[in-house]
């Protein structure tokens, strides 16, 4: 989906397509037309965007055969389909029965993840539409938390460094500016955007026209950043942002309350991590790196504030009662990034992978479903920037 700024730059929004994970060409052909493309019929849209995630098996097999690049282009373009961003933070096995720590390997001390982007950064520059010069792809935040020191970071930086080189190559080739976004995330070595901004503007810094940010909306909520004065920041440190995923947190205002702890904890599960975070009246925040450990572990939160949780919930979605989410955190992020005299981002992408995972009455039961609440998100995020001022193109 395109929408024009007032001031006439395009914005671009998308969904997530790690929501359907497959490790093969052939899956992702199919993802195209069982699941993009009846959410778009849906939308009553000609054209509609996607964050294609293509898990590490399937970039191989792209980038040596021109015949599997072929199929998939013709694919998009079968099924009325537009690829302008890529998710490129999982590596393989985002569908597996237990994910967990996994989503954070190769990390970026690797020449492993730095390859992989360069392999998507390439198969972007081929996937871009005719009329798009500039694609991205938002990747982790360098790597969970621990083990990591300085060496680590030593050599994090240096493949950033080596990747943006490899980029201005590929630029020079093609004509298509390709630029990578790093993703704050509850847990990891980069958790906020005052990390970021430090990391992206320190001496070794990789160069910014080439390296930048992906602002999660879920992430910041988790973490009890304030948007504006967040955004500010990264404003004011010239740190761009090349991307903004569209997401919401789970929110319990009460946790010591008997009722919203048995609500939380129908929300834990074994696939994916649900970072938890609880914010004093002193506005310290304690961490605890799973929604289990938060609730019953050696070391629980204490319950004495607020809590947020990593569990991307649908962002039409209301969890039960007295729980909430934090959408508000996503129409103050995205009035900031879209809503003034020029856009601070061109990238929006819904995601939202949580959905087979919520608890029973959020759980689509099939693919008619998934595909009617995957429609309902974009709905909604077309709603919000409409409202912002920005019209939709055909």
Request: charged residues 25%; negative net charge; glycine residues 6%.
């Amino acid at each position: 989906m395109r929408f024009r700024h007032p001031s006439g730059g395009l914005i671009h929004l998308a969904y997530c397509t790690n929501v359907h994970p497959a490790e093969t060409l052939d899956g992702v052909l199919t993802q195209l037309s069982e699941h993009c493309a009846p959410v778009r019929r849906r939308l009553g849209r000609e054209r509609l965007g996607i964050g294609l995630w293509l898990a590490a098996d399937v970039v191989k097999a792209l980038s040596r055969d021109p015949k599997a690049r072929a199929t998939l282009t013709e694919a998009l373009r079968r099924e009325g389909l537009e690829v302008v961003t890529l998710n490129g933070f999982p590596y393989r096995g985002f569908g597996s029965a237990k994910v967990k720590h996994r989503v954070y390997q190769p990390d970026w001390t690797t020449d492993a993840r730095r390859e992989h982007t360069l392999q998507l950064a390439c198969l972007l520059a081929g996937l871009l539409p005719d009329d798009v010069t500039e694609g991205t792809i938002s990747t982790l935040p360098l790597a969970w938390r621990t083990p990591y020191d300085a060496a680590a970071e030593s050599a994090a930086v240096q493949q950033l460094n080596r990747l943006s080189r490899e980029l201005d190559l590929l630029a020079s080739g093609n004509r298509r500016q390709i630029r990578v976004a790093l993703e704050p995330e509850p847990g990891c070595v980069i958790e906020t955007t005052d990390q970021a901004s430090r990391l992206l503007t320190g001496p070794e810094a990789p160069p910014t026209d080439r390296i930048g940010l992906c602002l999660d909306t879920c992430h910041l909520a988790t973490a009890f950043e304030d948007p504006d004065e967040a955004i500010d920041r990264l404003v004011r440190q010239e740190v761009p942002i090349y991307k903004a995923q569209l997401s919401a947190a789970l929110h319990a205002e009460h946790p010591e309350r008997p009722e919203v702890r048995q609500a939380l904890a129908e929300f834990v599960e074994e696939r994916f991590l649900h970072q938890t975070r609880e914010r004093a009246q002193d506005g310290t925040v304690t961490a605890r790196d799973d929604l289990d450990l938060a609730l019953d572990g050696e070391k629980p939160l204490s319950a004495s504030g607020p809590w947020r949780v990593h569990h991307h919930i649908p962002l039409h979605a209301k969890p039960p009662a007295p729980l909430s989410t934090t959408l508000p955190v996503l129409r103050q992020s995205l009035a900031r990034l879209v809503g003034g005299r020029r856009p601070l981002t061109r990238h929006l992408e819904v995601e939202t992978y949580t959905w087979q995972v919520l608890p029973p009455e959020l759980r689509p039961t099939d693919a008619d479903q998934l595909a009617d609440g995957i429609a309902a998100e974009l709905s909604l995020a077309r709603d919000l920037l409409t409202d912002l001022g920005l019209k939709e193109e055909a």
